[in-house]
């Protein structure tokens, strides 16, 4: 909202881990105004409960949502990028398993060729290099740093 003047109208793209930052993003979106755009690999989808919920509040608030497990996809016209660990605490025994499902899943300039001109990117910290590359995470478009400093507000 700072960076964009508003959030209706936006298309939020989520490409990652179906986690509860994700969650978070599922329950409030539509209420938002904005439009979300998910890509999990098979076996790590949103929880379903939540799921069913966002596509009520999707039909309710006339916002669009795409669930699928193309990044790509997800990507396309999107004006936000978002990821988060693909690790969470006490998943590290799933270390292996996990970066092996995620394989394609990280945010680069390649996979943001077809976001909105306008595409910015937003990570709730820390980062590893496999979610998202230097060059998008250091970019001009990168929000990450705001994010953290806007959070240090709520906490």
């Known amino acids: 909202q700072e960076h964009y003047g508003g959030l209706q109208g936006l298309t939020v793209a989520w490409i990652g881990d179906g986690n509860n930052v994700l969650h978070s993003f599922m329950m409030s979106a539509a209420k938002l105004g904005m439009h979300l755009r998910i890509a999990t690999p098979r076996g790590f989808e949103p929880d379903l409960r939540i799921t069913k919920i966002t596509e009520q509040n999707s039909k309710e608030y006339g916002t669009k949502l795409l669930l699928t497990t193309d990044p790509l996809e997800a990507a396309d016209s999107a004006n936000v990028l978002v990821t988060d660990t693909w690790i969470s605490m006490g998943q590290e025994q799933e270390k292996k398993e996990r970066l092996k499902a995620f394989q394609g899943y990280q945010i680069t ?43 240090k507000w709520t906490i």
């Open 109 to 151: 300039m390649q996979s943001v060729k077809s976001a909105a001109s306008n595409w910015t990117f937003l990570h709730c910290l820390p980062r590893k290099p496999e979610e998202v590359d230097d060059e998008v995470f250091y970019s001009p478009q990168s929000l990450v740093f705001q994010e953290a400093e806007n959070r």
